[in-house]
């Protein structure tokens, strides 16, 4: 029998552009380094909505804003565990205020039209694909 994750990332959109972020500690999400969107897995019996909104207050302190379901993808992972991830997006008009928490290493702003190279995004250009599906860029 193989475990299964529950996985929320969060597409932060802000006047054309999207926030990545780096983590310190890589053997936390699959031995991956490189650009990611904020995810987190869910905690035992927590709703994906509440997942996303504890992601942004625990990793970015942003509180009081509205996030979206965007969509919903499984696959296994490639330690044999099967993985369903809970995409959302949250848009702001103005650049949030972000304060990152110590498990984060840094976090950047990328124009949508000029994201980084897929080799430097986590799990093979992972968030690049997930940031097309939901801008439609």
Known sequence: ???CKLITDITILSGGKTLLVKYKDGNKYDHQ?????????????EDPDESAK??????LRITNCD???SFVESFQGNDKSWHIIFHYKAEFENDPEIIIS???ESCEWFDLNELPDKKEIAHHGWAFYTIQEITGN
């Open 33 to 45: 380094k490189g650009w990611f969107l904020p995810d987190d897995q869910l905690i035992n019996y």
């Open 1 to 3: 029998m193989h475990n």
């Open 102 to 104: 110590g498990d984060l």
């Open 54 to 59: 504890r992601i942004l207050k625990e990793q």
């Open 67 to 69: 996030v979206k379901i």
